[in-house]
Nanobody, 119 residues
Framework: QVQLVESGGGWVQPGGSLRLSCAAS?????????MCWYRQAPGKQRELVAT???????DYVDSVKGRFTISRDNVKRTAYLQMNNLKPEDTAVYYCNADKRIGVLRNYWGQGTQVTVSS
């Protein structure tokens, strides 16, 4: 059984910062997984926000480039999303995803954490 548990969401004023964490537990070799952060705003489709590969390569959706940073700690089996200069349009439920893309394919989701940016 594999679990991904997100934390760090909350309310913040525009221009503020939050750091999301995604802790993996159970039968998972964390370093083999590509870790992703997705978000879903009310009435919108789920959107891929940031990705960090098993080899530490990163990618971001254009709307967050220069503001968000994804990272990982394979020893702690945790992925992070540092979000700076937050905007109201960043308001969404943020989901962590673990994706094993080599060998036996596996994919896991966390339960989501709410991020609200408003004044």
């Amino acid at each position: 059984q594999v679990q991904l548990v997100e934390s760090g969401g909350g309310w913040v004023q525009p221009g503020g910062s939050l750091r999301l964490s995604c802790a993996a537990s159970g039968n998972i070799i964390f370093r083999l997984y590509t870790m992703c952060w997705y978000r879903q705003a009310p009435g919108k489709q789920r959107e891929l926000v940031a990705t960090i590969a098993s080899g530490d390569g990163t990618d971001y959706v254009d709307s967050v480039k220069g503001r968000f940073t994804i990272s990982r700690d394979n020893v702690k089996r945790t992925a992070y999303l540092q979000m700076n200069n937050l905007k109201p349009e960043d308001t969404a439920v943020y989901y962590c995803n673990a994706d094993k893309r080599i060998g036996v394919l596996r994919n896991y989701w966390g339960q989501g954490t709410q991020v609200t940016v408003s004044s």
